[in-house]
């Protein structure tokens, strides 16, 4: 059984297209994240919920707007894509306790072409 | 804020030497620390962790020591095999209203045959 998931694997759209990246996990964990993994292999975190609710925002553009329908999905919609958004996306989650680990999905290559 | 440094790569090897790959952090608290291993068109898996200083993480023959007084966390394996190749992050979990992982900028390892 998949732990995290993420859909698509792969996604390759045009400039100014709107796309969306779902993911699911059934690990029951409170806490999941969106990352972005550029070409040089830098991760850097994007957004963080906790139990639907925004808890970290790191900057991100407010081209891109995470939605959490429920504790266990947290779904990535980006506007207007520019080039610049491609990148692999990464949904992670962690259970709602301190120092604990995350675990990674398997990523969604955006290319923006 | 908290932060993490490892070596920057690539480091290339052959195969059963040592290996060190280096990671220093910055923190105000006592966070727990982590190596995660990416494979090629992976997503990121946990190698090991430490939750407390002087702890030592350990898995499939990578070691890892949590030094508090040198802020490190260097990650070391007696005998690398070509299926070690991969990027490694060496990361640290921070937590105030909610957990947040952060990432070093990875270091690429290849292993010659």
């Known amino acids: 059984d998949t732990a995290v998931s993420q859909t698509p694997k792969y996604l390759v759209t045009q400039m100014g297209n709107d796309k969306s990246i779902k993911c699911e996990q059934n690990l029951g964990h409170d806490t999941m994240y969106w990352y972005k993994q550029d070409s040089k292999k830098f991760l850097k975190i994007m957004f963080s919920?906790?139990?639907?609710?925004?808890?970290i925002n790191e900057t991100v553009p407010n081209r891109f707007s995470p939605k959490s329908p429920d504790k266990a999905h947290l779904n990535l919609h980006i506007n207007s894509l520019e080039l610049g958004d491609s990148a692999v996306y990464f949904c992670?989650?962690?259970?709602?306790?301190?120092?604990?680990?995350?675990?990674f999905g398997q990523g969604t290559r955006l290319t923006v072409v | 804020g908290n932060s993490v440094t490892q070596m920057e790569g690539p480091v290339t090897l052959s195969e059963e030497a040592f290996l060190t790959i280096n990671c220093t952090y910055t923190a105000t608290g006592y966070p727990s620390l982590f190596w995660y291993v990416q494979y090629p068109g992976e997503g990121l898996q946990l190698l090991l962790k430490a939750t407390k200083a002087d702890d030592k993480g350990s898995n499939k023959g990578f070691e890892a020591t949590y030094r508090k007084e040198t802020t490190s966390f260097h990650l070391e394996k007696g005998s690398v095999q070509v299926s070690d190749s991969a990027v490694y992050f060496c990361?640290?979990?921070?937590?105030?209203?909610?957990?947040?992982?952060?990432f070093g900028s990875g270091t690429r390892l290849s292993i010659r045959p």
């Open positions: 919920y906790n139990n639907k609710e925004l808890i």
């Open positions: 992670a989650s962690s259970p709602d306790r301190p120092n604990t680990e995350a675990f």
């Open positions: 990361a640290l979990s921070e937590w105030s209203s909610a957990s947040k992982i952060i």
